[in-house]
């Protein structure tokens, strides 16, 4: 506490002109890195905005008058060619980017074979100090346990929207699972998984580049296979030897890993702690999902191993976007990370406490949604008064809760509170919707409930066995007539056009994706309503030993002190 304060405990203290090259992918993130220059460094700002953010413009300078009119703060557009003319500029002297590292390392050391001398030689290009967030491959670690059929379908539907939030455009997206080959219920855990990621609301991919890669991990994955009329791409695997694409490439776009590896309790917790920070590239975020019984009987051996996780952000039962939107908490890549080795990035933003010498934040959350959680008030836990949380994929209510969160958050109204939890309790789907109208239209050729002309194509009701809960759900499926009705297909069997294969990601590679214009990163969804959740904390200090975030084979520091600091949350 002592040396908390930053910039602020020298106000008097200019720390020049910052220059943030803004994310193209959320628009709050220009924002907050802004004001951390501002604030943490005692420096004016200079923002430029992505490419895919241009259209904003008029929206970034009437948000931020306040800041522009004083003089702190000037936002512009371009292209890299402005981008590389701001960094070279003598008046700047800081610069901060999210992005990725191959934009990174053009800034640092330049392009072509003078770019390989410099960097062997150690003599960056870039004369200036330059911090940076740069996403990874992050894990989502499944500890197994005994849990009951609405435990693996919420959890499931968790995993889902941990990867297709904002169409997979994000640097903490969840990516690869980490799952027990020996959980007796693995099976059970996975055909939930594949419907709750084939049947989440159709996000179309938009980011510049998302059907590239898409294709990219087509071909490394022959057998994988396409979900949600193939806007998404499900990769089932075992650990091989060496680490594979889907461990070492962010793909950035809505392609969703499964690995499983030997073992139960916290053998397994070990073993996939070891495969996270050894295999998977980036140290951003790491994400892991266990029952309360389960954790209470690890005991100290579950610390141990969050412990030994070496990410800049960790949520056990939660997201790691938790961690993202809540402004007391550090975002940043586990220390360690060079301009030679950048992994996941250099130094750190939000941190609204102003702490120094960070090295991790911690964010913790219930496993049970509301009534379920009422459970953790007699046999542990974190209690939930939320029966499905706004920001998952399959919630109806989703938008207007965040934005409920959202205002309460500015204006601390109690009782437009206590209306937004009441919209909240209608989050639950419709039984009687279809789970993905998508799917229906390729099939049929319309929306469910439309009739081509009066009389014709009657519904016919179509009742489905939900596999991971024995739970009866009736669709209505609007058919040509003639046609049989067909429930909407899982990814694991989802059909060709000519309904004789599986369509598996090698019969699918090359098929074009569509994307949303340029500029629609505007439309992205609310992130403010996560604010209000997970218990969270900070790890201070080098505990642990650090790894830079590409490495895979952590090299040790020396410990320093580790003390764990608790920001007031309403578990959520």
């Given at each position: 506490?002592?040396?908390?304060?930053?910039?602020?405990?020298?106000?008097?203290?200019?720390?020049?002109?910052?220059?943030?090259?803004?994310?193209?992918?959320?628009t709050?993130?220009?924002?907050?890195?802004?004001?951390?220059e501002?604030?943490?460094?005692?420096?004016?700002?200079?923002?430029?905005?992505?490419?895919?953010q241009?259209?904003?413009?008029?929206i970034?300078?009437?948000?931020?008058?306040p800041?522009?009119?004083?003089?702190?703060?000037?936002?512009?557009?371009?292209?890299?060619?402005?981008?590389?003319?701001?960094?070279?500029?003598?008046?700047?002297?800081?610069?901060?980017?999210?992005?990725?590292?191959?934009?990174?390392?053009?800034?640092?050391?330049?392009?072509?074979?003078?770019?390989?001398?410099?960097?062997?030689?150690?003599?960056?290009?870039l004369k200036?100090?330059?911090?940076?967030?740069?996403?990874g491959?992050?894990?989502?670690?499944?500890?197994p346990?005994?849990?009951?059929?609405?435990?693996?379908?919420?959890?499931?539907?968790?995993?889902?929207?941990?990867?297709?939030?904002?169409?997979?455009?994000?640097?903490?997206?969840?990516?690869?699972v980490?799952?027990s080959?020996?959980?007796?219920?693995?099976?059970?855990?996975?055909?939930?998984?594949?419907?709750?990621?084939?049947?989440?609301?159709?996000?179309?991919?938009?980011?510049p580049?998302?059907?590239?890669?898409?294709d990219?991990?087509?071909?490394?994955?022959?057998?994988a296979?396409?979900?949600?009329?193939?806007?998404?791409?499900?990769?089932?695997?075992?650990?091989?030897?060496?680490?594979?694409?889907?461990?070492?490439?962010?793909?950035?776009?809505?392609?969703?890993?499964?690995?499983?590896?030997?073992?139960l309790?916290?053998?397994?917790?070990?073993?996939?702690?070891?495969?996270?920070?050894?295999r998977l590239?980036?140290?951003?975020?790491?994400?892991?999902?266990?029952?309360?019984?389960?954790?209470?009987?690890?005991?100290?051996?579950?610390?141990?191993?969050?412990?030994?996780?070496?990410?800049?952000?960790?949520?056990?039962?939660?997201w790691?976007?938790?961690?993202?939107?809540?402004?007391?908490?550090?975002?940043?890549?586990?220390?360690?990370?060079?301009?030679?080795?950048?992994?996941?990035?250099?130094?750190?933003?939000?941190?609204?406490?102003?702490?120094?010498?960070?090295?991790?934040?911690?964010?913790?959350?219930?496993?049970?949604?509301?009534?379920?959680?009422?459970?953790?008030?007699?046999?542990?836990?974190?209690?939930s008064?939320l029966?499905?949380?706004?920001?998952?994929?399959?919630?109806r209510?989703?938008?207007?809760?965040?934005?409920?969160?959202?205002?309460?958050?500015?204006?601390?109204?109690?009782p437009?509170?206590?209306?937004?939890?009441?919209?909240?309790?209608?989050?639950w789907?419709?039984?009687?919707?279809?789970?993905?109208?998508?799917?229906?239209?390729?099939?049929?050729?319309?929306?469910?409930?439309?009739?081509?002309?009066?009389?014709r194509?009657?519904?016919?009701?179509?009742?489905?066995?939900?596999?991971?809960?024995?739970?009866?759900?009736?669709?209505?499926?609007?058919?040509?007539?003639?046609?049989?009705?067909?429930?909407?297909?899982?990814?694991?069997?989802?059909?060709?056009?000519?309904?004789?294969?599986?369509?598996?990601?090698?019969?699918?590679?090359?098929r074009?994706?569509?994307?949303?214009?340029?500029?629609?990163?505007g439309?992205?969804?609310?992130w403010?309503?996560?604010?209000?959740?997970?218990?969270?904390?900070?790890?201070?200090?080098?505990?642990?030993?650090?790894?830079?975030?590409?490495?895979?084979?952590?090299?040790?520091?020396?410990?320093?002190?580790?003390?764990?600091?608790?920001?007031?949350?309403?578990?959520a």
């Open positions: 506490r002592a040396g908390a304060g930053l910039a602020q405990r020298s106000p008097g203290t200019p720390g020049g002109v910052g220059l943030v090259l803004g994310a193209g992918n959320v709050s993130i220009p924002v907050a890195d802004v004001l951390y501002l604030f943490a460094n005692n420096r004016v700002a200079m923002l430029k905005l992505n490419p895919t241009e259209t904003l413009l008029p970034f300078t009437r948000a931020l008058a800041l522009i009119e004083p003089g702190f703060l000037r936002v512009i557009a371009g292209g890299p060619d402005v981008g590389a003319a701001l960094t070279a500029h003598p008046g700047i002297d800081h610069v901060h980017i999210t992005g990725s590292a191959s934009t990174f390392e053009r800034i640092v050391w330049g392009d072509g074979p003078q770019a390989r001398r410099r960097r062997r030689e150690n003599r960056p290009a200036k100090p330059i911090t940076a967030e740069l996403g491959v992050s894990p989502i670690i499944v500890v346990g005994e849990w009951s059929a609405a435990d693996i379908r919420y959890q499931a539907e968790h995993i889902a929207t941990m990867r297709l939030q904002n169409a997979g455009h994000n640097c903490i997206a969840g990516q690869v980490l799952l080959r020996d959980w007796p219920q693995r099976a059970q855990f996975l055909a939930a998984l594949r419907r709750a990621y084939d049947e989440a609301t159709a996000r179309m991919p938009w980011y580049g998302s059907s590239e890669r898409m990219a991990a087509a071909a490394a994955y022959p057998d296979m396409w979900c949600g009329d193939r806007t998404r791409l499900l990769v089932e695997t075992e650990a091989g030897a060496v680490p594979g694409p889907i461990e070492e490439t962010e793909y950035f776009a809505p392609v969703l890993g499964v690995i499983t590896l030997p073992g309790g916290q053998d397994f917790l070990d073993a996939a702690v070891a495969h996270a920070n050894e590239t980036g140290t951003l975020g790491a994400n892991i999902l266990i029952d309360p019984a389960t954790e209470a009987a690890l005991g100290d051996g579950f610390e141990r191993a969050i412990a030994d996780l070496r990410y800049g952000a960790i949520a056990i039962n939660a790691t976007a938790f961690v993202f939107l809540t402004p007391t908490l550090t975002w940043s890549a586990f220390p360690g990370s060079t301009l030679q080795d950048v992994g996941s990035g250099i130094g750190i933003v939000h941190n609204a406490l102003l702490l120094d010498d960070v090295e991790r934040s911690v964010a913790r959350g219930p496993f049970r949604p509301f009534p379920r959680s009422l459970t953790a008030l007699v046999r542990g836990g974190r209690f008064v029966p499905k949380p706004p920001w998952f994929v399959s919630s209510t989703g938008a207007t809760v965040s934005e409920g969160f959202t205002r309460f958050r500015m204006n601390r109204r109690w437009a509170l206590a209306a937004t939890l009441l919209r909240a309790f209608r989050a789907p419709r039984a009687a919707t279809t789970p993905h109208a998508s799917a229906l239209v390729a099939r049929t050729g319309r929306m469910p409930g439309a009739s081509a002309s009066a009389g194509n009657q519904p016919r009701n179509h009742t489905a066995i939900d596999s991971a809960s024995t739970t009866r759900v009736t669709t209505r499926v609007q058919t040509p007539t003639g046609s049989p009705a067909m429930p909407p297909p899982i990814c694991a069997n989802a059909m060709s056009p000519q309904g004789t294969m599986p369509m598996t990601a090698a019969s699918a590679a090359g074009r994706r569509p994307r949303m214009p340029r500029g629609a990163a439309a992205s969804e609310a403010a309503g996560l604010g209000v959740g997970a218990r969270a904390g900070v790890r201070v200090g080098a505990g642990a030993g650090s790894r830079s975030g590409s490495a895979r084979r952590g090299e040790t520091r020396a410990p320093s002190r580790a003390s764990i600091m608790t920001a007031p949350a309403v578990s």
